[in-house]
Structures are given as structure tokens and as C-alpha cells.
């Protein structure tokens, strides 16, 4: 499959104009190109309301671009979308609360029309996953954020995705939590072959977590500067405290600041990107 | 198990405990002050009066229950029906709403007597269809608010997992709708009772509690008033209770966090 075609995902001059006609027009996304190659962990980075929730939402389908072309896995995002191609994790981890850990992540697998054992069997796979299936039988609020967010992840991997889109997925959760969730997530990826791209604030995480940082800026949104960090396979908590870290993390910093500096005067639109 | 029960005894005796000093306040207040059967009867004077006539209240409270149980089950089964038409075909809502809204606003009880005009008096149509009425408009904004306001982010994640508009349905709206159902329940129990028997000083059918009621005050057969007062109590905490013990089993089940918002 890989062979027919090289990107995971393929945004090409993708546009995203909201309310274009009203005098509240956004500007979401200009003539964004973005290339995911299997097996690439991308962040997202840039202030809010550079549209990078956006150009997510866009390859997961969840909106239509205004103008451009994506492609995932070399389908339509329609197509992708319909096929279950991709799994999604959002910054709130969305459980249904009527329904018990196991049934949450056994969620999309039904909805695939799974047969029921088959189902149990890979739900609780998914939590040995996430090292949550003492709680397989546990009710949503009977578990940490953190925790919750873990079977958000494992709710998103269950149909064993080629790639997972996050939009934030840590930004509520405690700074202990999330470098725990990081780590985590790691692991899981390498594990599962699964390519990322990920929506964050965050210039350690972006850098410890990505292969390539993709550097966004607001009104209108674009696509600034790529910065290749690669600190490697073997990332674990010394990799903090690294020279090399601390190195990608001023470039990365840099890169922001360049773009702001540069920016031209900013047209007020107080729109947030969620 | 035994904890439960301990913790229920726990939960039960101040109220008891009122309610034991309370109706011996009130024994007391009328020996005191020798106060006459006709303006208030001691508790042991209604008690006896409640005796003697038990099998006549007993009776009375059946048929006012019936009715009361009737209307209930065809409201709640109306409500919920017109609660998925609404929620199918947004013109129903837009009409629908607004009309909720009004309704819940007059007192509507009062087309009684018309309603016993349209259908024979000599039955309890009427009553029932009164009752059904009022439960109906109760179900209807709770559970139909109960199946639109469903959290944004659940909405798009059955949209990431191309789910029909059936399955959305299934899996996110009616689920999300139940705890909503119950507590309309709630309300409406208590409120399906009330009309039960004001609906009988309306006229109609002599038979109930609410017939019980005026025409033993009309001749000054105070006691015995009481006495069917008490049963008209006694309905209105039987159905209170069911309704708040279907509403327990949802709420252990879906956690403790529900969504509120309920309106009558």
C-alpha cells in the first residue's frame, strides 16, 4: 500500500475563508502546504488563531477547505474519513459518560460494525495499551483527567488508525501528567507504526515529542518555517535535560519570534482558533 | 447491603423524628386549647375517622391513582414520541416550542369542565386525558432538550467516525436524552396526581378523592376530610418515590455528574 503513494497526508494550497461575505471574514488558512510522510510525528505550532485547529480539521474532514486540495493516504479526506483512516483526539477527552471505559474505546469498532468478542477482545488490547485495563470496567468519572485522556488515546487507536490527528490533547492536564502522557505516547507510536500530526502551544513538547515542527502564524494563517528536530528513537527523560533539546527548543522559539517580528500590522479579527 | 441500610436510617430519622414531634405538637395544640372537630381535628380524631372509613378511601385513592397512573403512562409515552418528531422535523420544533412555553404558563387545568363536556362526564376520560396533558408538555421540553443538546465534541466525533445519522441517534442522542426523561418523570409524577384530583371539583364522576374531599367538607365531616386528605398524601409520595427510584438506577449508572436544566 505504502508504495502507491509516499504521503500520509498531502495538503496542497489549502485555503480556509470563514463568513466570507460578512464583515466578520476570517482568514483561517492561506495557501497552506504541509507533507506527512509515514512514520512522521508533525506538530503544529504558533499562536492562537493561526488556523493550525484549522488545517486539523481539514484533514480529518471535519470542515471543507475553501479552496486547495488535501489527500489522506492518497484519498480524498472524505473518502479517508469514511474509511476510517484516521483516529482523532481532541483537547477534552469526550467520553460517554453512560458508558463504561471498555465500551468507550469498543465506540468506533462498533460503529465499523465489529462483532462483539472481537470487539471486548481488541478494547481491551487497546487498554493494556494505555495501561489502564484494571479499569476496563470503570465508569468515566471514576477516573483522573489524565487517565481519561488515556482512553481517549486508546478510543482513537482501537481501529488501528495509519494516522492520528491530535488537536491539543494534553493542554489540560498538569505539567507532571503530561510529560508522563508524552513519554506515553512515544511509546505507543513506535509500538503501533502510527503517523502523527499534533496541534500544541507548547515549544518542549512540540520539540520532544516530533520529527518536524511546522511553525504557524496568525491573521492570516500560514505556514512559516519547518524546523527538522529528529533527537531520535531512543527519547526518554534524560532527553529533557539534553544540550540538543535545549538547542531545538531556541530555534524553534526563534522561529516564532522571527515571524512575529515580521509580521505585518495585524488586522483586528478577535477570532480564536478554538 | 448493611451499609446501605445504615446509611438510609441515617438519611430517614430527622424527618421521621419531625414528623413524630410535629403531629404531636398538633394533638397537643388542640387539646390545649380545645380547639372544635370543625376547624381542626386532632391527629388521633382523623386517625380513627381514617379507620372507620378506610375502605371508602382506600377506594377513592385507587380510582384517583388509576387515573393519575393512566395519564402519566400516555403523557410520558406522547411526550417521548412527539419529543423524536420534533427532534426529525425541526419545523414541529419551531412550532412546538413556543407552544410548550405558553402552555406552561397558564393554568391549563381549567379546561376541565370543557374537556367534560367533549367526552361523557359519566367516565374518566376526561380526568385522564387532563393528566396526559399535563405530563405531556413536562416530557416533551425536557427530553427533547435531552436529545439536542448533546456535547459538541461527541457530535464531532461520530462525524470522525462517519456515523449515520442513525447511529448518532442511537449511540449519542437517546443515551444523552435519558437522564432528561427521568427527571421529567419527577416533576410530572407529583404533578400527574395533583391534577388526578383537582380535576374532580370539576364535576364528572363521584368517586375519587377529590369528590371524597368536598363533599365531606361541604358537610362539615371534617375527620373524614382528613381522612381522605391523607390518602390523597399517601398517592402523591408513592408516586414521587417510584419516580425518584427509576431516576437512581440511571444516575448509578451514568455517574454523579448529570446534566441539569431540567423545566417544567
Not at chain 1, 30 to 48: K, T
Not at chain 1, 227 to 249: H, P, Q, S, Y
Not at chain 2, 88 to 100: E, G, K, V
Not at chain 2, 237 to 255: C, H, N, P
Request: overall charge negative; some cysteine.
Amino acid at each position: 500500500m505504502v508504495g502507491e503513494y509516499a504521503d500520509v497526508v498531502l495538503v496542497d494550497g489549502a485555503t480556509m475563508v470563514f463568513n466570507a461575505a460578512k464583515p466578520n471574514r476570517v482568514d483561517a488558512l492561506v495557501d497552506v502546504d504541509l507533507r506527512v510522510a509515514p512514520g512522521d510525528f508533525v506538530s503544529l505550532i504558533g499562536p492562537s488563531g493561526c488556523g493550525k485547529s484549522t488545517l486539523l480539521r481539514l484533514i480529518a474532514h471535519l470542515l471543507e477547505p475553501t479552496a486547495g486540495t488535501l489527500s489522506v493516504n492518497g484519498k480524498s479526506p472524505d473518502r479517508a474519513r469514511r474509511e476510517g483512516d484516521y483516529g482523532m483526539v481532541f483537547q477534552q477527552p469526550g467520553l460517554f459518560e453512560w458508558r463504561s471505559v471498555r465500551k468507550n474505546v469498543e465506540l468506533p469498532l462498533e460503529i465499523d460494525g465489529w462483532a462483539r468478542a472481537r470487539r471486548a477482545e481488541r478494547a481491551v488490547e487497546m487498554l493494556e495499551l494505555v495501561h489502564l485495563d484494571e479499569f476496563a470496567d470503570h465508569m468515566p468519572w471514576e477516573l483522573s483527567g489524565g487517565m481519561q485522556q488515556r482512553v481517549a488515546i486508546a478510543r482513537a487507536l482501537a481501529v488501528q488508525p495509519a494516522l492520528l490527528l491530535m488537536d491539543e490533547p494534553f493542554g489540560a492536564l498538569d505539567e507532571m501528567t503530561r510529560e508522563h502522557m508524552q513519554a506515553e505516547l512515544l511509546r505507543i507510536c513506535a509500538a503501533e507504526g502510527t503517523t502523527v500530526v499534533f496541534v500544541t502551544h507548547s515549544i518542549p513538547e512540540a520539540v520532544y515529542l516530533s520529527t518536524r515542527v511546522v511553525v504557524m502564524s496568525a491573521r492570516p494563517g500560514r505556514i512559516t518555517d519547518e524546523i527538522a528536530v529528529g533527537l531520535g528513537g531512543d527519547r526518554n527523560e534524560d532527553t529533557r535535560e539534553d544540550d540538543e533539546f535545549f538547542k531545538r527548543i531556541t530555534e524553534v522559539r526563534e522561529a516564532l519570534r522571527a515571524d512575529r517580528d515580521g509580521a505585518d500590522v495585524r488586522r483586528v479579527s478577535g477570532v480564536e482558533d478554538r | 447491603m448493611t451499609n446501605r441500610v445504615a446509611s438510609t436510617l441515617g438519611v430517614l430519622w430527622p424527618p421521621v423524628l419531625f414528623g413524630v414531634l410535629f403531629l404531636g405538637a398538633w394533638e397537643f395544640i388542640v387539646w390545649f386549647w380545645g380547639i372544635e372537630q370543625f376547624l381542626l381535628p386532632a391527629p388521633s380524631a382523623i386517625w380513627s375517622a381514617l379507620a372507620e372509613e378506610i375502605g371508602a378511601v382506600w377506594e377513592a385513592t385507587y380510582v384517583t391513582g388509576a387515573n393519575a397512573l393512566v395519564g402519566l403512562l400516555l403523557g410520558v409515552a406522547l411526550g417521548v414520541a412527539m419529543s423524536f418528531v420534533m427532534m426529525r422535523f425541526r419545523i414541529f420544533n419551531d412550532l412546538a416550542t413556543p407552544l410548550a412555553v405558553a402552555l406552561n404558563a397558564i393554568p391549563i387545568i381549567v379546561i376541565v369542565p370543557v374537556l367534560n363536556n367533549m367526552f361523557s362526564i359519566s367516565t374518566e376520560v376526561p380526568r385522564r386525558l387532563m393528566v396526559m396533558l399535563i405530563v405531556f408538555f413536562i416530557v416533551l421540553v425536557n427530553v427533547s432538550k435531552g436529545l439536542r443538546q448533546v456535547q459538541p465534541l461527541h457530535v464531532e466525533l461520530m462525524r470522525s467516525y462517519a456515523a449515520s445519522p442513525w447511529t448518532v441517534m442511537v449511540k449519542t442522542r437517546i443515551p444523552n436524552a435519558v437522564p432528561f426523561l427521568f427527571t421529567a418523570v419527577k416533576i410530572a409524577a407529583p404533578a400527574a396526581v395533583v391534577t388526578a384530583f383537582v380535576a374532580e371539583y370539576f364535576g364528572g364522576r363521584q368517586n375519587g378523592i377529590g369528590y371524597g374531599i368536598t363533599s365531606s367538607a361541604a358537610t362539615s365531616n371534617n375527620d373524614v376530610t382528613w381522612a381522605y386528605v391523607a390518602g390523597a398524601c399517601a398517592l402523591g409520595v408513592t408516586f414521587f418515590t417510584i419516580s425518584v427510584g427509576l431516576e437512581k438506577t440511571t444516575v448509578r449508572q451514568a455517574g454523579p455528574r448529570r446534566p441539569g436544566g431540567a423545566t417544567t
